[in-house]
């Protein structure tokens, strides 16, 4: 699973839940990992997918 806005590898915790979150736009799933979860804001995240 990679990061749909930095392309970084997302990693899973031993639960296989990523470190990170999942967004949907225009009924697609995007992977997004942790850092940029935090240095952006969910308006941003959807501007750049
Ligand atoms: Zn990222």
């Known amino acids: 699973m990679k990061c749909a806005i930095c392309g ?3 990693g899973t ?3 296989n839940k990523i470190l990170g979150t999942y967004v949907y736009k225009n ?3 995007y992977a997004i990992c ?3 979860q935090r ?3 969910i308006e941003e995240i ?3 997918l």
């Open 27 to 29: 009924g697609k799933k």
């Open 8 to 10: 970084k590898r997302i």
């Open 46 to 48: 959807m501007d750049r």
């Open 39 to 41: 240095i952006m804001t």
């Open 13 to 15: 915790t031993f639960m």
């Open 34 to 36: 942790s850092d940029c």
